[in-house]
């Protein structure tokens, strides 16, 4: 009854943690295996019967007699006269099997036992979990706001499961208060140390890809197809997406009338501006859509560079670049191509890259960063508004500014 005692403590266990009993047993028998090696040096005579119906289990022991005085390895070989103590007609030779109650094992091997125990489902429950949330990754989720913290906000989902949504995970404009409902996409699943660490994002690509097939029928239903997205969170997106059928519109299917379909999405990424582009082979033209808002007059393709030179009007110059340069610098990741900009009729102008012996690199980079790669292109800003757009001081832009006017003094 000692071991039933036992083995109903441990079934609260199978309660709290949904383990089923087949497996409670299976853990079990490996911690009472671990205890004996412990205390006996091996558990390899000894015989553990589980009986999952009942939840009871039983220790037997298994030794051989030896004659009086002959016993080299008390754990398998018993005296003939201690096996005479179980059954009075025990002979040397014969097999003897004695059950081991768990007194005998000690109070500190049962203690040690039973945190053993502990230990192992836990280590079950995160396997458990940990394989779960690996099937998810890349997938949308949904969990409840649970606590804040400086560098992260910690979720739990229905079953208790904690996810971890990091701030750089998080849209600038994100705010959250306990209770909220927040989605994202599971975007890591690792084990650290046996617990699952469960990295939730609303930064990544995918997390626009994956509410443009929840929200919208026909890339849910394979009709459209999302090619590729690039994005900087909160602020812009652009969406390449291309259907098969010709009879369907990819744009104005994800868009909807009057914005009606991509309006939820846009939403949920805080007011993020979303351009839906036809996706096509030719580079041009898809050079070309990526660049939207703006009207390209010509372009210039070096496939061996991966650069593009294109041509526009001096009042679409300012579209193609965007606000702090994002609409150029989305361009360029969506197709592959390191975007140039030049202004109709500059034929004069001169790249900054010409001048690396007078200006450093990390400035022209700087420049490039919001789309000017000219000197023109420099010149025709007011130093206020690059100190604004870039990260730059006011007598740097002035230095600049002085080295270019030179070259066309010239």
């Known amino acids: 009854m000692e071991n039933l005692a036992l083995i109903e403590s441990f079934s609260e266990f199978k309660d709290d943690k949904l383990i089923d009993r087949v497996t409670l047993m299976a853990i079990l028998e490996d911690v009472f ?3 004996l090696k412990k205390k006996y040096g091996s558990d390899d005579n000894f015989d553990i019967i589980i009986n999952p119906d009942k939840g009871d289990l039983e220790i037997w022991r298994n030794r051989i007699v030896v004659a009086d005085g002959e016993v080299e390895d008390p754990n398998e070989e018993i005296s003939l006269s201690e096996a005479r103590k179980i059954e009075d007609d025990f002979e040397v030779g014969e097999d003897v099997s004695e059950e081991v109650k768990l007194v005998d094992l000690g109070r500190r091997s049962i203690l040690a036992l039973r945190q053993n125990l502990i230990s192992k489902i836990h280590e079950h429950d995160n396997t458990n979990i940990y394989k779960q949330f690996k099937e998810l990754e890349g997938e949308i989720y949904t969990a409840e706001v649970h606590h804040i913290r400086h560098r992260a906000v910690i979720l739990l989902d229905d079953d208790g499961n904690e996810i971890i949504l ?7 404009s994100d705010f959250f208060r306990k209770g909220d409902n927040v989605r994202g996409i599971i975007e890591s699943v690792e084990l650290k140390g046996s617990k699952p ?12 890809e994956k509410l443009f097939e929840q929200e919208i029928p026909e890339v849910f239903d394979g009709l459209i197809t999302v090619k590729k997205v690039v994005r900087i969170p909160g ?34 990424l805080g007011n993020e501006n979303i351009d839906v582009i036809n996706y096509t082979n030719n580079l041009n033209l898809f050079i070309t859509r990526a660049l939207s808002p703006a009207r390209v007059t010509a372009i210039n393709i070096n496939e061996e560079t991966k650069r593009a030179e294109v041509i526009l009007k001096p009042e679409e110059v300012s579209k193609a670049i965007g606000r702090g340069g994002h609409n150029i610098r989305l361009a360029g990741q969506l197709t592959g191509y390191e975007i140039d900009v030049l202004r109709e009729g500059a034929e ?44 730059l001081e006011e007598e740097t832009i002035q230095d600049v500014i002085n080295i270019l006017k030179e070259e066309f003094e010239e």
């Open 348 to 391: 004069e102008d001169v790249e900054l890259r010409e001048f690396s012996d007078e200006i450093e690199e990390w400035i022209i980079d700087e420049f490039h960063k919001i789309g000017l790669d000219t000197a023109k292109s420099v010149l025709e800003h007011d130093i206020k508004d690059l100190v604004k757009r870039t990260d």
């Open 235 to 268: 602020e812009k997106a652009k969406v390449a997406v291309d259907s098969y059928d010709d009879r369907i519109d990819p744009v104005g299917a994800c868009v909807g009338m009057k914005g009606s379909r991509i309006h939820g999405i846009v939403r949920e």
């Open 166 to 172: 990091p701030k750089d995970k998080q849209i600038p």
């Open 197 to 208: 660490s469960i990295i939730m994002s609303r930064a990544n690509p995918l997390f626009l």
């Open 33 to 35: 295996r671990n205890a």
